[in-house]
């Protein structure tokens, strides 16, 4: 079945260590997104590409680095300038021409 | 700028009652709305949108929500509310064809529901 997969489900990261979170679909989609979420917050946009070797930032890109070598892959790193990373990260996924977003089961990422 | 307001933090709700959330957006236009829910630990998945035509969209799961341009609002309704409806609410909005993915979402309302 089709569909995004994002790992690992739970991550934890040590002061000043750079974390990757991945994110794989099997759509076929060009359009790729990280959100990040906090409790009592909407989601916030933090990257997105929507073609192969290009990205945007989105609302709070800061202390977040992304990649989009492949048309399945969108890894997103939060790096140790990123100083409140602890929240709950999901990727998603659009067709061309396709309004609809399909969401991953998400990554909680927390701070030792 | 665009925003997206849902006035409810937290709805408890009795099984087999009617269920409404409310979501107003601000927007000089009409914006393209949406209803997202979330199960807990979960990703989103799409109840509904609304582009444009009848203000009143039918989605999955028994969910309907109606566009009022004169209040803007876009609230979502079920008559008879099941457990398993138990989750995460977001409304969320975008300006258009232009800005697909670059979603607006509210701060989301958690449905609870009592036996």
């Known amino acids: 079945d089709g569909g995004i997969t994002q790992s690992p489900k739970y991550l934890f990261r040590k002061e000043g260590q750079n974390v990757t979170l991945s994110c794989e679909q099997n759509?076929?989609?060009?359009?790729m997104y990280w959100y990040r979420q906090d409790p009592g917050q909407g989601l916030r946009l933090i990257y997105y590409?929507?073609?192969?070797?290009?990205?945007q930032k989105g609302d709070i890109a800061e202390g977040y680095s992304v990649s989009r070598e492949k048309k399945e892959s969108f890894p997103l790193t939060v790096t140790s300038a990123q100083k409140n990373p602890t929240a709950f990260y999901l990727c998603?996924?659009?067709?061309?021409?396709?309004?609809?977003?399909?969401f991953g089961s998400g990554t909680q990422l927390s701070v030792l | 700028a665009q925003s997206v307001t849902q006035p409810d933090i937290h709805i408890t709700v009795s099984e087999g009652a009617s269920l409404e959330l409310r979501c107003n957006y601000s927007?000089?236009?009409?914006?393209?709305l949406f209803w997202y829910v979330q199960s807990p630990g979960q990703g989103l998945q799409l109840l509904l949108k609304y582009f444009s035509g009848d203000t009143l969209v039918q989605g999955i799961k028994g969910f309907e929500a109606e566009f009022k341009r004169s209040q803007s609002s876009f609230n979502l309704r079920k008559p008879s509310v099941h457990w398993s409806d138990a989750a995460v609410y977001y409304c969320?909005?975008?300006?258009?064809?232009?800005?697909?993915?670059?979603?607006?979402f509210g701060a989301g309302t958690q449905v609870v529901v009592t036996p």
């Open positions: 927007y000089g236009a009409t914006p393209y």
């Open positions: 590409s929507q073609i192969v070797n290009d990205f």
């Open positions: 969320a909005v975008i300006r258009g064809t232009d800005s697909w993915g670059k979603l607006q």
């Open positions: 998603a996924s659009r067709g061309r021409g396709d309004e609809k977003l399909f």
């Open positions: 759509l076929n989609h060009d359009a």
